[in-house]
């Protein structure tokens, strides 16, 4: 039992780290940062920071 609340509660933490990446990432893109200056800080590729960029609506 108590395996599986530490295993929810790692992944609701990683959950929202991912979605506080994703506001940063958007956050470069409208400041008119490059993409592969972003994917370097973001420790992405390229094609996931467009994918990011295209669903906010920055790109």
Same mark, same amino acid.
């Given at each position: 039992?108590? %395996?599986?609340?530490?295993? &929810?509660r790692? %992944?609701?933490?990683?959950? !929202?780290?991912? %979605?506080?990446?994703?506001?940063?990432? /958007? @956050? +470069?893109?409208? @400041?008119? +940062?490059?993409? &592969? /200056?972003? *994917?370097?800080?973001?420790?992405? /590729? @390229?094609?996931?920071?467009?994918a990011? !960029?295209?669903?906010? *609506?920055?790109?």
């Amino acid at each position: 039992m108590c %395996e599986v609340i530490e295993r &929810n509660r790692a %992944e609701a933490r990683a959950e !929202g780290r991912l %979605e506080e990446r994703y506001e940063i990432v /958007t @956050d +470069m893109l409208r @400041d008119g +940062m490059n993409i &592969n /200056t972003v *994917a370097r800080i973001a420790k992405m /590729t @390229d094609e996931q920071v467009m994918a990011i !960029g295209k669903k906010a *609506a920055v790109l």
